[in-house]
């Protein structure tokens, strides 16, 4: 049985994996949830798998009085407040994930991650912790769980490339003129997947793939001249792994997080999942590389990937940022990468990649965007 911790879940990953615990309860137990905001799902969480480590606002602490209630601003406190072996699927949306994970790691149990942005801004510091820990770090992310896929029984040593597919988000037959006046709502209209706001708005931008490229970087160890990302409009090739002697094994499926979840938490077993997936549905399918002037935040994205160092956290923080403007209807969509040029503009490249930091770094670029971009002059 393993004992799940699920933090974020509330949220579209969260209510997933909670989907897949509850058809498989001879292998998953809930033990805890972390929530944000949703108290009457998480209420109903506690209820139905009958949950007793709860973390969420402190104001609603007196609504779980059979639990024993944490507060959401330390969901490090709470993953180390488990004592028997846990672990913990890290479904948080930004760069909060980051302290659960070390929290986690540190304490040797397996973290499922789905929050990317831990290892966008703080990727040494994870790989530092993998190394003195027997625990493992599994993602759960369609296009490095599918490579995950292809590379069981392989060696470090024989992967020529990676390559991850991004269906181009909801604007991708958009010119970039276009872009100018598109609304909230038609952002958040994917043609493929189902997903949390942020991670859609992340989609359209192209920034999710340029925290996918440093996502697999961590994760498997290459270089960033050996991941590649392609335009894939179907959806359905999520990754593809050339190896040295020439073979290219790639993943199939349909575009449902659910099997990526499962996969994560099911380790080397196969448990049943029932998914329809109809290969002569497709009559075609496209790859076509990333046009880098439509989508001119990837190539400034990856650029900052390349170089290393703290811009990455400045890079995430000015993201998370702009993209709550942008969803909140403060700015526009086109000045999300505004922004971002700016604040990598104003904060230098520094080498602190430290915990303290880089939260500290986070918070400056936080702070410096609350200041010049919310009172609407310069936007
Ligand atoms: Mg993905």
Same mark, same amino acid.
């Given at each position: 049985?393993?004992?799940?911790?699920?933090?974020?879940?509330?949220?579209?990953?969260?209510?997933?994996?909670?989907?897949?615990?509850?058809?498989?309860?001879?292998?998953?137990?809930?033990?805890?949830?972390?929530?944000?905001?949703?108290?009457?799902?998480?209420?109903?969480?506690?209820?139905?798998?009958?949950?007793?480590?709860?973390?969420?606002?402190?104001?609603?602490?007196?609504?779980?009085?059979?639990?024993?209630?944490?507060?959401?601003?330390?969901?490090?406190?709470?993953?180390?407040?488990?004592?028997?072996?846990?672990?913990?699927?890290?479904?948080?949306?930004?760069?909060?994930?980051?302290?659960?994970?070390?929290?986690?790691?540190?304490?040797?149990?397996?973290?499922?991650?789905?929050?990317?942005?831990?290892?966008?801004?703080?990727?040494?510091?994870?790989?530092?912790?993998?190394?003195?820990?027997?625990?493992?770090?599994?993602?759960?992310?369609?296009?490095?769980?599918?490579? /995950?896929?292809? *590379?069981? +029984?392989?060696?470090? !040593?024989? $992967? &020529?490339? =990676?390559?991850?597919?991004? %269906?181009?988000?909801?604007?991708?037959?958009?010119?970039?003129?276009?872009?100018?006046?598109?609304?909230?709502?038609?952002?958040?209209?994917?043609?493929?997947?189902?997903?949390?706001?942020?991670?859609?708005?992340?989609?359209?931008?192209?920034?999710?793939?340029?925290?996918?490229?440093?996502? /697999?970087?961590? *994760?498997? +160890?290459?270089?960033? !001249?050996? $991941? &590649?990302? =392609?335009?894939?409009?179907? %959806?359905?090739?999520?990754?593809?792994?050339?190896?040295?002697?020439?073979?290219?094994?790639?993943?199939?499926?349909?575009?449902?997080?659910?099997?990526?979840?499962?996969?994560?938490?099911?380790?080397?077993?196969?448990?049943?999942?029932?998914?329809?997936?109809?290969?002569?549905?497709?009559?075609?399918?496209?790859?076509?590389?990333?046009?880098? !002037?439509?989508?001119?935040?990837?190539?400034?994205?990856?650029?900052?990937?390349?170089?290393?160092?703290?811009?990455?956290?400045?890079?995430?923080?000015?993201?998370?940022?702009?993209?709550?403007?942008?969803?909140?209807?403060?700015?526009?969509?086109?000045?999300?990468?505004?922004?971002?040029?700016?604040?990598?503009?104003?904060?230098?490249?520094?080498?602190?990649?430290?915990?303290?930091?880089?939260?500290?770094?986070?918070?400056?670029?936080?702070?410096?965007?609350?200041?010049?971009?919310?009172?609407?002059?310069?936007?």
């Amino acid at each position: 049985m393993k004992r799940i911790v699920l933090l974020g879940a509330t949220g579209s990953i969260g209510s997933q994996t909670v989907e897949i615990i509850a058809q498989h309860p001879e292998r998953f137990q809930l033990v805890g949830i972390a929530y944000g905001s949703q108290t009457d799902v998480a209420l109903r969480l506690v209820t139905e798998h009958d949950v007793k480590m709860v973390s969420g606002p402190m104001k609603d602490q007196g609504r779980f009085p059979e639990a024993t209630f944490f507060d959401h601003e330390s969901l490090d406190a709470f993953v180390n407040a488990f004592d028997e072996p846990v672990v913990v699927v890290n479904a948080l949306v930004g760069a909060i994930g980051l302290k659960p994970t070390l929290a986690a790691l540190n304490k040797g149990f397996d973290v499922l991650l789905a929050n990317k942005e831990t290892l966008v801004i703080g990727g040494a510091l994870i790989k530092a912790a993998l190394e003195k820990t027997t625990a493992s770090l599994i993602p759960i992310d369609s296009e490095h769980s599918g490579i /995950a896929q292809c *590379l069981k +029984g392989a060696h470090a !040593d024989d $992967i &020529e490339k =990676v390559v991850i597919t991004t %269906s181009g988000g909801s604007f991708r037959d958009k010119c970039k003129d276009d872009l100018e006046h598109v609304t909230v709502a038609d952002a958040l209209k994917h043609p493929n997947w189902t997903m949390g706001a942020k991670i859609t708005i992340d989609s359209a931008t192209m920034m999710n793939k340029v925290f996918e490229i440093i996502e /697999a970087h961590w *994760l498997f +160890g290459l270089d960033y !001249d050996r $991941i &590649e990302a =392609v335009l894939h409009r179907q %959806s359905i090739v999520h990754g593809m792994v050339h190896f040295k002697d020439g073979n290219v094994l790639w993943h199939v499926g349909p575009p449902d997080m659910r099997i990526p979840i499962l996969s994560a938490l099911e380790g080397d077993d196969r448990l049943v999942y029932r998914s329809v997936f109809d290969i002569t549905k497709f009559e075609s399918l496209t790859f076509e590389p990333i046009d880098s !002037d439509r989508y001119s935040l990837f190539d400034l994205g990856v650029a900052v990937a390349k170089k290393g160092g703290a811009h990455t956290t400045v890079l995430n923080a000015a993201n998370e940022e702009a993209v709550r403007l942008f969803l909140n209807k403060t700015i526009r969509f086109t000045d999300i990468e505004r922004i971002i040029a700016d604040c990598l503009t104003a904060f230098d490249n520094g080498h602190d990649t430290s915990l303290k930091g880089v939260l500290k770094l986070d918070a400056e670029v936080r702070r410096y965007i609350m200041t010049r971009y919310t009172d609407g002059e310069n936007t």
